[in-house]
C-alpha cells in the first residue's frame, strides 16, 4: 500500500509504504460506535444538578389537616407536584458516566478510521512544516499550496472542521502559526483519536515515517 508524500509548497516529494494492519483495516461501525461514545462520556463533566423532596428546604410542616377541609391529602409542601417542591429523577452531578475502553479496541477503532479516511482520499501526508517564525500568512500559504492537490481543494474553502493537522511532535512555532484558523486543530500524533478523526474532513500527517512507526506500535 504506497502513499505519496507533499512537502509544504502542495510538490510530490516522495513515496511511503504503508502498514496494511494501520490503514487497511476493515470498516466496523459497531466497534467505531462504541469506542466514540466511550470517549464521549468520558469527557462529561456533570453540571447540572435538582435536588429532591428531602433536600429542598421548608416544607416541614403538614400543610392542612388529613381530614376535613375537603382538599387532597398532603404531607408535604415541598412534594414534586407542588410549585417549589423537590424534582422527580432530576439530574445529578454526583452521576458517573464514565466508561471503560480497552485499550486494543481504541487501537483498532483508530486505524478503522484511519483506512476509511485514506479510502475517501482525506488524508494528505506531508514530510514538514517549516516555518521560521509563527506566521499566520505563511501557514495560509501553506493551506492554498496543499488545496491544490486533487481532492483535497476544502482545506481553503471549508469554513468549519475543515482538517486535523496531525505534527510529528511539539512545537510552538507551528501550533501558533495555525491558531487563528478557527476550522483547524493542530495536535500531535500520538494524540490521535477517532473523535477527533471523525469531527474534521482532512487529516494532515506530517513527519509520516515517526507519526506512522508509533501507531503501528499501539496495538503492541
Do not use: C
Amino acid at each position: 500500500m504506497e502513499t505519496i508524500i507533499y512537502n509544504q509548497k502542495g510538490e510530490k516529494s516522495g513515496k511511503m509504504e504503508l502498514p496494511a494492519s494501520v490503514f487497511g483495516t476493515k470498516w466496523n461501525p459497531d466497534l467505531v460506535h462504541q469506542v466514540v461514545f466511550s470517549m464521549l462520556s468520558n469527557k462529561r463533566t456533570p453540571v447540572a444538578h435538582t435536588k429532591g423532596r428531602g433536600e429542598v428546604s421548608g416544607g416541614g410542616k403538614k400543610p392542612w389537616k388529613q381530614k376535613g377541609t375537603g382538599r387532597a391529602r398532603h404531607g408535604s409542601s415541598r412534594s414534586p407536584i407542588w410549585v417549589g417542591g423537590g424534582v422527580t429523577h432530576g439530574p445529578i452531578n454526583e452521576k458517573n458516566y464514565t466508561k471503560k475502553i480497552n485499550r486494543k479496541m481504541k487501537a483498532k477503532a483508530l486505524y478503522t478510521v484511519l483506512s476509511q479516511k485514506l479510502k475517501d482520499n482525506e488524508i494528505i501526508f506531508v514530510d514538514q512544516f517549516s516555518f521560521t517564525a509563527p506566521k499566520t500568512k505563511d501557514a495560509r500559504q501553506v493551506l492554498l499550496s496543499l488545496s491544490k492537490i486533487s481532492g483535497f481543494e476544502g482545506l481553503a474553502k471549508k469554513k468549519n472542521n475543515a482538517a486535523l493537522i496531525s505534527i510529528g511532535e511539539k512545537s510552538q512555532v507551528v501550533e501558533k502559526s495555525f491558531s487563528n484558523f478557527n476550522n483547524l486543530k493542530v495536535d500531535e500524533s500520538r494524540n490521535l483519536n477517532p473523535v477527533d478523526l471523525l469531527n474534521y474532513k482532512y487529516l494532515v500527517i506530517t513527519h509520516p515515517k515517526e507519526s506512522i512507526d508509533f501507531l503501528s506500535g499501539k496495538m503492541n
